[in-house]
C-alpha cells in the first residue's frame, strides 16, 4: 500500500461532517435525523419527556489517539468552522469521517478542501465508503472500507499492530431532558469503551457487521478481559467515572473476555456499571446474577420481529426475558424492524403491538432497510427491487422504504413506523418513568446482596429515584392524564411505592423540585411545538501538536 512521503510527520486534520444537522438543507441535512441518539430512533415520540444528548465521533478519535502524526479531530464543525480549519493550519492528509446519509456533506467537503488546501490528500472513510462506486460521487484520494487505525497507521508508516490507545471519552454530553439541561459534571457520564468494532452473527440487514468483514469476521482492539479491565481502569482514573457506555455491537456474546473482565473486577472490589449492546441468544449464555455482579444495568437488544428467524433470537422468549432482567434491575432497550418481508397491512398492527407489550424501558423502531454493502442490499438489487430515486440522505430507516416491499407502500412505512413510536409511548409511558419502575425493582432485590459491589452499585443508582426522578415522576403523573390515565395511574403507584422505601427524600423532592420540573416541561413542550431542535457543540481537539510547529 502506499504511504504517505512524509510519514509520521504528517500534519492531519480528521474531521466529522458539518452540522446544522436538525434541519433540511441541500448538503442532506433533515430535521428527522437530529445528531441525536434517542430523539432521533428511540424516544423520538415522547415530546418534552425524550432523552435528548449528543456523542462524540468516536471513529475519529480513536484514530487520533493511535498515531503519532500531529493531528487535529475537528467533530461536529460548521461549513465556516471547517474551512477555517483548512486554512489557518496546513495539513498534508484530511480526513473526512461520515456514514452513508450524509455522503452530500462529504461531496461538498471534498470540494472546500480541493479549493482551501490543494496540497492536502483527501481520506474519506466510515460507512459512506460502502456506497458502490463512491468515487464517482466525491473527489477524494482514498476511500478506506473498515477498520480505520489500522489503515492511517499503515498509511504513515506506522505499527498496525501495536496495541490500541483507548482515549477517554465520555460518552454522551449536554443531555436534556423535560426541559433541564442536566449539569455536566466530572465522572457524572458514562464513559465510551470501544472493545471492538463489527458483530460476527451477520444478520442480512447489518451494516456494521457488513462493513467489518461480515458473517464470522469482526476486529477486535482488546482480545482478553485483562486487557479491557486495565483500559477500563485507566479511563475510569482519567474521568472519575464508574459507569461505561461500552461500544461493542455484541459484547456478551464473547463470554471468555466478560467473564475474566468479572473476575478482575472482583478482585479489585469494582463496583462498575455497564450498558452493553447483546444479542438474545448472547444473553442466554448469562445467569441473571453473572449479568448483575458484571455490573450490566443497561442492555440494548435487537427483538426484531416476534416471527422473525434471525439466529439470534431462536429458542428465546423475549417477553419473558425482558421481564426477567428488568426485575433484575437491568434496563432494556428493545429494538423492532418495520416492514420485513413476511409484514403486510394486516398483520403489522398485530406485530406492533406484541412489541410494545414487551415493556421494554426503551424502544427502538427502524424500518427494514436494504443499505449499501449489506447481503440484504444485493439481494434486492438482484431482485430489482431498489428504488433508484432516492436521496441518499433520505435512507437511513427513520422515514420510508428504500425499497419495493411486497405488501406495503413507500407511504404506508412511514405511517407505520411513526404509529409504533406513538402505541410505544402511549402504552408504556414515557422511559424515563419506565426506567425507574426498573431501577426500584433492582434495588429491591439487590439492598441486601452479600457482593458489596453490587450493593454500592445499586444504592448509587437509586439515589437518583429517591431525589430528582421521584419528582420527575410527580410530573409525568399529571402530564400524562391526557395520554393516558391508566398509565398515569401505573406512574402515581410506582412514586407511591418509591417514597414508601425513601420517605423523606423522595416526598421532599417532589414537592420542591416538582413544581419546576412540570414548568420546565411545559415550556419545552411550547418550545417543540414551535420547531425547536438541537446542535452539538463544535470541538476542536490537538494531539501531538506542539512537537508538530
Ligand atoms: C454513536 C453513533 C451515532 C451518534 C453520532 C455519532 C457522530 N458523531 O456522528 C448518533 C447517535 C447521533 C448517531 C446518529 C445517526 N446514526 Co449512528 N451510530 C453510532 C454508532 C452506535 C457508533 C459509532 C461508533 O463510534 N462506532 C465505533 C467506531 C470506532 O467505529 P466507526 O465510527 O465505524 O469508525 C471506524 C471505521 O468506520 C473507520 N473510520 C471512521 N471514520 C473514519 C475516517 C477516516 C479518515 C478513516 C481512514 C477511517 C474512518 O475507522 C474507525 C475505527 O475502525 C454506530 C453503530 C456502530 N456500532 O458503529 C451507528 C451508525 C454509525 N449510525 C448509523 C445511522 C444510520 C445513524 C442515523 C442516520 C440514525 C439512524 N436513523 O439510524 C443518525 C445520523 C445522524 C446525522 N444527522 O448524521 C448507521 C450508519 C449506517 C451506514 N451504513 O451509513 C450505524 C452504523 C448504525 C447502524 N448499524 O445502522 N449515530
Ligand atoms: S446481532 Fe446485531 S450487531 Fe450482530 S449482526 Fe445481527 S443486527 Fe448486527
Known amino acids: 500500500m502506499e504511504t504517505h512521503e512524509k510519514g509520521s510527520r504528517a500534519r492531519i486534520l480528521l474531521s466529522s461532517v458539518f452540522g446544522p444537522y436538525a434541519q433540511d438543507d441541500e448538503f442532506g441535512s433533515r430535521s428527522i435525523n437530529p445528531m441525536e441518539l434517542y430523539h432521533n430512533q428511540v424516544t423520538r415520540a415522547q415530546g418534552s419527556f425524550s432523552l435528548r444528548m449528543f456523542h462524540r465521533s468516536w471513529g475519529i478519535m480513536m484514530i487520533q489517539a493511535n498515531i503519532s502524526a500531529p493531528c487535529s479531530v475537528l467533530d461536529f464543525p460548521t461549513r465556516k468552522a471547517f474551512a477555517r480549519e483548512l486554512t489557518k493550519n496546513h495539513y498534508d492528509v484530511v480526513g473526512i469521517s461520515s456514514i452513508i446519509v450524509n455522503v452530500g456533506k462529504v461531496?461538498?467537503?471534498?470540494?472546500?478542501?480541493?479549493?482551501?488546501?490543494?496540497?492536502?490528500?483527501?481520506?474519506?472513510?466510515?460507512?459512506?465508503?460502502?456506497?458502490?462506486?463512491?468515487?464517482?460521487?466525491?473527489?477524494?484520494?482514498?476511500?478506506?472500507?473498515g477498520e480505520g487505525i489500522s489503515w492511517m497507521r499503515r498509511y504513515l508508516g506506522e505499527d498496525e499492530h501495536a496495541p490500541i490507545r483507548h482515549p477517554a471519552i465520555v460518552?454522551?454530553?449536554?443531555?436534556?431532558?423535560?426541559?433541564?439541561?442536566?449539569?455536566?459534571?466530572?465522572?457524572?457520564?458514562?464513559?465510551?469503551?470501544?472493545?471492538?468494532?463489527?458483530?460476527?452473527?451477520?444478520?442480512?440487514?447489518?451494516?456494521?457487521?457488513?462493513?467489518?468483514?461480515?458473517k464470522g469476521k469482526f476486529v477486535n482492539f482488546y482480545e482478553t478481559g485483562d486487557e479491557l479491565f486495565d483500559v477500563m481502569c485507566g479511563i475510569e482514573a482519567v474521568l472519575k467515572v464508574h459507569s461505561f457506555f461500552v461500544m461493542d455491537e455484541n459484547f456478551l456474546l464473547h463470554r471468555t473476555r466478560a467473564m475474566r473482565l468479572l473476575e478482575r473486577m472482583k478482585e479489585a472490589g469494582k463496583s462498575w456499571e455497564l450498558s452493553v449492546f447483546a444479542s438474545a441468544n448472547a444473553i442466554r449464555k448469562y445467569t441473571m446474577l453473572e449479568l448483575v455482579e458484571l455490573g450490566v444495568s443497561w442492555v440494548w437488544m435487537g427483538l426484531e420481529s416476534p416471527k422473525s428467524?434471525?439466529?439470534?433470537?431462536?429458542?428465546?422468549?423475549?417477553?419473558?426475558?425482558?421481564?426477567?432482567?428488568?426485575?433484575?434491575?437491568?434496563?432494556?432497550?428493545?429494538?423492532?424492524?418495520?416492514?420485513?418481508?413476511?409484514?403486510?397491512?394486516?398483520?403489522?398492527?398485530?406485530?406492533?403491538?406484541?412489541?410494545?407489550?414487551?415493556?421494554?424501558?426503551?424502544?427502538?423502531?427502524?424500518?427494514?432497510?436494504?443499505?449499501?454493502?449489506?447481503?440484504?442490499?444485493?439481494?434486492?438489487?438482484?431482485q430489482g427491487r431498489l428504488l433508484t430515486d432516492i436521496d441518499p440522505a433520505d435512507i437511513h430507516g427513520q422515514y420510508k422504504f428504500n425499497f419495493r416491499h411486497a405488501a406495503i407502500s413507500r407511504e404506508d412505512s412511514k405511517r407505520f413506523l411513526d404509529w409504533a413510536f406513538w402505541r410505544d409511548f402511549e402504552r408504556n409511558g414515557p422511559s424515563l418513568y419506565r426506567m425507574c419502575q426498573t431501577m426500584l425493582q433492582g434495588w429491591q432485590r439487590y439492598k441486601d446482596y452479600p457482593d458489596p459491589r453490587v450493593r454500592e452499585r445499586f444504592t448509587r443508582e437509586v439515589k437518583k429515584l429517591s431525589s430528582a426522578y421521584n419528582a420527575a415522576l410527580w410530573v409525568m403523573e399529571r402530564e400524562f392524564k391526557k395520554v393516558n390515565r391508566s398509565v398515569s395511574e401505573r406512574i402515581h403507584k410506582l412514586r407511591r411505592e418509591v417514597e414508601k422505601e425513601f420517605p423523606v427524600a423522595a416526598r421532599l423532592t417532589a414537592a420542591s423540585l416538582g413544581p419546576i420540573l412540570l414548568w420546565s416541561t411545559r415550556r419545552e413542550e411550547n418550545r417543540l411545538a414551535k420547531g425547536r431542535t438541537y446542535e452539538p457543540p463544535t470541538f476542536v481537539e490537538r494531539r501531538n501538536w506542539v512537537s508538530a510547529s
Open 309 to 382: 428467524s434471525y439466529g439470534k433470537l431462536q429458542g428465546t422468549d423475549i417477553g419473558q426475558l425482558t421481564r426477567e432482567l428488568r426485575e433484575h434491575g437491568i434496563r432494556v432497550q428493545g429494538s423492532t424492524i418495520i416492514g420485513l418481508e413476511h409484514h403486510t397491512p394486516d398483520n403489522i398492527a398485530e406485530e406492533i403491538e406484541s412489541a410494545v407489550g414487551y415493556q421494554t424501558d426503551f424502544h427502538q423502531f427502524m424500518l427494514y432497510t436494504p443499505v449499501p454493502g449489506t447481503p440484504l442490499y444485493q439481494e434486492m438489487a438482484d
Open 171 to 214: 460518552s454522551g454530553l449536554q443531555t436534556r431532558i423535560m426541559g433541564i439541561r442536566l449539569p455536566q459534571r466530572k465522572g457524572g457520564t458514562a464513559a465510551t469503551i470501544i472493545p471492538s468494532v463489527g458483530c460476527p452473527m451477520g444478520c442480512n440487514f447489518c451494516t456494521t457487521s457488513a462493513f467489518f468483514g461480515g
Open 107 to 145: 461531496r461538498e467537503m471534498c470540494r472546500m478542501v480541493r479549493e482551501l488546501s490543494p496540497d492536502s490528500v483527501i481520506v474519506v472513510g466510515g460507512h459512506v465508503a460502502a456506497i458502490p462506486d463512491v468515487e464517482a460521487m466525491i473527489d477524494a484520494d482514498h476511500i478506506v472500507r
